[in-house]
């Protein structure tokens, strides 16, 4: 089995950061990308920053210059550091990993169980 657990959301001011953790564990083989996604009341799941495996970044244009998204694979970690928030980053953050588990056949997606995140105004 294999569960990626987040943590780090929560309610600040606009202005204001936060950051983001989620750690996968399990019977992992290996990792590809790992991202975050957003989902806010009303609207569908958006990617908003994504990393490879060797670290290269991708990230929504509404967050750019704001957010940095960065892995660790000793601990099969991705954070997301979240500055200048602003009340329209209020959603749902889910983690994402592209990853290879033991015992399957390939790679597959595997997502958290989401964070809240509300920035006030």
């Known amino acids: 089995q294999v569960q990626l657990v987040e943590s780090g959301g929560g309610l600040v001011q606009a202005g204001g950061s936060l950051r983001l953790s989620c750690a996968a564990s399990?019977?992992?083989?290996?990792?590809?990308?790992m991202g975050w996604y957003r989902q806010a009341p009303g609207k569908q799941r958006e990617l908003v920053a994504l990393?490879?495996?060797?670290?290269?970044?991708n990230y929504v244009d509404s967050v750019k210059g704001r957010f940095t998204i960065s892995r660790d694979n000793a601990k099969n970690a991705v954070y997301l550091q979240m500055n200048s928030l602003k009340p329209d980053d209020t959603a749902v953050y889910y983690c994402n990993a592209d990853l290879f588990a033991l015992g399957t056949l390939g790679a597959q997606a595997y997502w958290g169980q989401g964070t809240q995140v509300t920035v006030s105004s």
């Open positions: 399990g019977r992992i083989f290996s990792i590809n990308a």
């Open positions: 990393i490879t495996s060797r670290g290269s970044t």
